[in-house]
């Protein structure tokens, strides 16, 4: 089989609890499932990783016949571990285990999956796009993110077009491209120095930084809510509800949990169930009026914030007009009169 024909997904693996393991074996299945090419996936993982759920990844490749490779990047993860306190506070450490790719793997060219995804679609129709003479391509978030968002005012402050962003969860990267031009862990330490203190989502912030003028935009199915409907794309949940949350029987938790029993975690539907159990008692979303709570709680919020907003845009609008009016209505100020009622107070 030529190199050339298999097809390269990257997935990283955070998992301090021993549970995130099973998520990236989900999105493992729902790829093998639907591509008829070769697939070689590539786990770029830390400590830990348990040889338990190392071999249980392994057991879920080989049994659709496809391989995965393991990546071991902590020695990366603690070069630049120093700086990246502040930067993480919001996030796991997994979220740039993505941006060692270059470094790790001498590919020529990879797909970069998150593992809150679901992937409905044969994954060769995204690898087949030409880059075009581009280093990454992605979905662009530009418009869900909005022009007032807190996100595009962060991207402004540290010097990026915010209307080029790309979703990172789904990337294409041209890794030969990349290494060429770019020193990648060094310029992403400087990069932490610097921004360290406003930095949020690192790795969309990163590659925009890295690839201002050196992206090309794909469909907006490769990287999609489930608003938009789940045939033929790529789903991602984004935020913080998840695939895997136990919550109202949605159809996206419903082909989760079945993809789930064709793992190696599923080997009974008992098992399934446990594993459910288990998550129930941990998601914020276990009962579905507590559930429907949060959500009222949230919308209150945010109606409560808008409000306050526009009564203060409210505000400045008129305080700006009443000064206006003022201002027209005050007579002209001539030359100023002396006692004598000369306008000229010279001698």
Not at 131 to 136: M, P, Q
Not at 144 to 164: E, H, I, N
Request: glycine letters at 6%.
């Amino acid at each position: 089989m030529e190199n050339g024909d298999i097809i390269h997904v990257v997935l990283a693996v955070h998992d301090p609890k021993g549970t995130y393991s099973r998520h990236a074996a989900v999105v493992m299945v729902t790829i093998f499932e639907r591509t008829s090419s070769p697939v070689c996936v590539h786990i770029l993982h830390d400590e830990t990783l348990t040889e338990l759920n190392r071999g249980r990844l392994s057991e879920t490749a080989e049994s659709f016949g496809q391989n995965v490779e393991f990546h071991d990047v902590s020695s990366y993860v603690r070069a630049i571990a120093g700086d990246m306190a502040e930067i993480l506070r919001n996030w796991s450490i997994g979220i740039i285990f993505k941006l060692f790719t270059p470094d790790v793997l001498t590919l020529d060219k990879i797909i970069c999956l998150d593992c809150d995804i679901l992937v409905n679609l044969d994954i060769r129709e995204l690898w087949d796009i030409p880059l075009d003479g581009c280093s990454v391509a992605g979905v662009s978030n530009a418009l869900c993110r909005g022009r007032f968002s807190a996100a595009a005012f962060r991207k402004r402050l540290m010097g990026l077009d915010w209307q080029k962003s790309i979703g990172a969860g789904v990337l294409v990267m041209d890794l030969s491209r990349i290494r060429a031009g770019h020193n990648f862990i060094a310029e992403l330490v400087s990069w932490i120095e610097r921004y360290k203190h406003c930095a949020d989502a690192i790795d969309e912030e990163f590659i925009l930084h890295c690839f201002l003028n050196d992206i090309k935009v794909i469909a907006e199915k490769f990287n999609s809510d489930a608003a938009y409907g789940i045939s033929d794309r790529i789903i991602h949940t984004f935020g913080k509800r998840k695939l895997w949350d136990v919550r109202d029987g949605s159809e996206l938790e419903h082909i989760y949990w079945r993809t789930c029993l064709k793992t190696a975690w599923g080997s009974s539907a008992a098992d399934v169930v446990d594993l459910m159990i288990d998550t129930s008692k941990t998601s914020p979303f276990m009962h579905r009026r507590t559930s429907r709570c949060y959500a009222r709680i949230l919308d209150r919020l945010r109606m409560d914030i808008l409000r306050r907003v526009l009564h203060v845009i409210e505000i400045i609008r008129l305080g700006l007009i009443d000064l206006r009016l003022r201002r027209s209505l005050s007579p002209a100020r001539g030359p100023r009169k002396t006692a004598d009622g000369s306008d000229n107070p010279g001698k």
